[in-house]
C-alpha cells in the first residue's frame, strides 16, 4: 500500500511539473534558486526527446496500477506480482540515479520536487525488493509446483 501511496503522490507531481513545463499550469513552486526550472529545462530534462516528467507521470500511474493489483487479496502471495514490481521500480531507481546526478554533480543545483521522487523511488525498490524475498519464501519452488495435483 506504502508503494501504491508514493505512485498516486509521485504520478501527481510528475504531472503538475509537466503540465508547467508544457505551459498548462501555472507557476513553478520551487526554491528561491530556481534549481526546478534548470532541471527542467537542461539537456537531463529529456530523455530520448521525452520529457522527463511526462516519463515520470506515466511510469508512477503504471506503477500505481500494478501496486494496486498487489494489494489484492488474491494476489497477496503472487511471486509475479512482486516480480513486476521490481520489473518498473528497478530501472526507475537507476533512472533517477542518473537524473540526480545530472542535477546535483553536472548542473549543480536543487530541485526539491525531484528529490521527493528520488527518496519515493528508493523507498519503493526497498519495499518491492523486500516483498519480493517474502514472496520467495512463500511461494512453492517450480519443481514442486510442478508434481502438485491439480485441484478438482
Known sequence: MVIALLALVNSLVATYLYLWKTGRAGTLACT?????????????????????????????????????????????????????????????????????????????????????STVSITTCLILAWLDWRRTARVAPAPEESARMPLAA
Open 32 to 116: 528561491g534558486s530556481g534549481g526546478c526550472a534548470i532541471a527542467q529545462f537542461s539537456p537531463y530534462g529529456w530523455f530520448l526527446g521525452v520529457d522527463v516528467a511526462l516519463i515520470g507521470a506515466v511510469g508512477y500511474a503504471v506503477l500505481l496500477l500494478v501496486a494496486l493489483v498487489s494489494i489484492q487479496p488474491r494476489h497477496l502471495e503472487s511471486r509475479r506480482v512482486s516480480v513486476a514490481l521490481l520489473a518498473l521500480i528497478a530501472p526507475a531507481f537507476l533512472f533517477t540515479v542518473r537524473l540526480k546526478y545530472g542535477e546535483w554533480v553536472v548542473l549543480k543545483v536543487f530541485c526539491p520536487w525531484c528529490f521527493i
